[in-house]
């Protein structure tokens, strides 16, 4: 896709497109949504609004585009309160899950219909008589234009005149997405877009947004519950659960150096493997009876939560080797990478290390194994799940803003 629209001219460095929330608020009944949540999206960025099913996005998004309330706070839009305004002024388009095509219309017409419906008043816009008032012919001209324009840029100029019920799924994604385009509006609202997608056409659907919006320089702001969406589209991802963000960062920060044992538990696959600890009070954490290295300031005694990914830690065949002594009790080769279970002697739950997938006959399910956790790699949490940091000489890891 190229940039064919003056969508980028308008996105400029004025502002226009960026997003603040303050304080948002919102109850439904006595069941609170958004519990206080503050944002600040840069004009041209690409936020991804990353959460478990039910902790609000939708919500947010909603309130974001003035069809839905909020109880309490507000949202600015280019430097500009938007809390008073419809939807329809707040030069913001949504995409939504339902793409919301009308059946009847052809992909010209729903794409047209936005600005049929911006630039031509009721009389205008019939079929018929519409035509023969003055102006019209000049307007529809330049309506078709911008269509065009829209269509090209989303490679969907065949379908223009095929109606919805003749489309496959992603084609009508981006005719939906063609629809928000033609508007040029500050910011993109996109609910999970792609979530009523093949798991194939849902990885090309999400290059192409990714593309779409370097090409439109137009402020994004992105719903999944899918993390390898968020981490492969924005430049900023903010993990929200129970209605309030738990991080903002870049997607790399979201994933090593999360500050919310929660954040990290969402994301990674295989998951990120949690063991119980105690601060040693001297540089050291002692988990299941093995010293692991942290420079942090704990208290000697103090119980922590230690977790490590699944390629932080290595798992070898030899036993009375230094490490954690534990059992094989599952493989899963997945061909480009092989995860074992081990249950650790102490351990409630098998952890999963990545090991690799050439030395699978090594490992037999039910021998002894030993396991080593990566010195810098493992993430400390305090008992609350908030995360404990070494100072930054000490721990010799990478830190991040
Ligand atoms: N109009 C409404 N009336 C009552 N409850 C609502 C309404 N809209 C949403 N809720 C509730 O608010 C909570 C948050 O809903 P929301 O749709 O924002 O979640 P979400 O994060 O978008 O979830 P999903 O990932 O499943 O789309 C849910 O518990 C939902 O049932
Ligand atoms: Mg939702």
């Known amino acids: ?22 304080g948002l608020t919102k109850s439904f009944g006595a069941t609170p949504v958004l519990r206080g949540v503050d944002l600040d999206i840069p004009d041209g960025s690409f936020l991804t609004v990353l959460g478990p099913s039910g902790c609000g996005k939708s919500t947010l998004m909603r309130i974001v585009a003035g069809l839905e309330q909020q109880d309490g706070g507000s949202v600015a839009i280019g430097g500009r309160p938007v809390d008073g305004l419809r939807p329809d002024q707040r030069d913001i388009a949504m995409v939504f899950q339902s793409y919301a095509l009308y059946p009847h219309l052809t992909v010209f017409d729903n794409i047209a219909l936005p600005l049929r419906m911006r630039r031509l008043d009721f009389a205008r816009r019939l079929p018929i008589v519409g035509r023969m008032l003055p102006g019209v012919g000049q307007t529809e001209r330049e309506i078709a234009q911008a269509v065009r324009r829209v269509a090209e840029t989303l490679q969907i100029e065949p379908l223009l005149a095929r109606k919805p019920g003749q489309l496959s799924g992603g084609q009508k994604q981006r005719v939906a997405v063609g629809r928000a385009m033609v508007r040029e509006p500050r910011v993109f609202l996109m609910d999970e877009p792609l979530s009523n997608l093949d798991a194939e056409l849902r990885v090309h659907m999400r290059a192409e947004i990714a593309q779409l919006h370097r090409s439109l320089r137009t402020t994004f702001i992105y719903v999944t519950h899918d993390q390898a969406e968020a981490m492969t589209m924005s430049d900023q991802v903010v993990v929200m659960m129970d209605g309030r963000p738990l991080q903002v960062a870049p997607p790399s920060v979201i994933y090593e150096d999360p500050e919310d044992i929660r954040v990290a538990r969402f994301v990674g696959s295989p998951r990120i493997n949690i063991l119980p600890g105690t601060a040693t009070g001297r540089g050291s954490v002692d988990v299941l009876g093995v010293e692991v290295p942290f420079a942090g300031h704990v208290s000697p005694g103090t119980g922590v939560q230690v977790g490590f990914r699944p390629a932080a830690a290595t798992v070898t065949r030899a036993s009375g080797t230094p490490g954690l002594a534990g059992t094989l009790t599952y493989r899963e080769n997945l061909g480009s990478d092989l995860f074992l279970h081990v249950a650790l002697a102490g351990a409630d739950a098998p952890v999963v290390i990545r090991h690799d997938p050439a030395e699978i006959a090594s490992f037999p399910v039910g021998e002894p194994v030993t396991m080593r956790i990566g010195e810098v790699q493992t993430l ?3 008992q609350a799940g908030k995360r404990l940091r070494a100072p930054l000489a000490a721990a010799g890891m990478r830190r991040h803003g």
């Open 1 to 22: 896709m190229t940039a064919g629209s003056t969508a980028a001219s308008r996105a400029t460095e004025d502002g226009r497109g960026s997003v603040a929330i303050r």
């Open 380 to 382: 400390i949490f305090d």
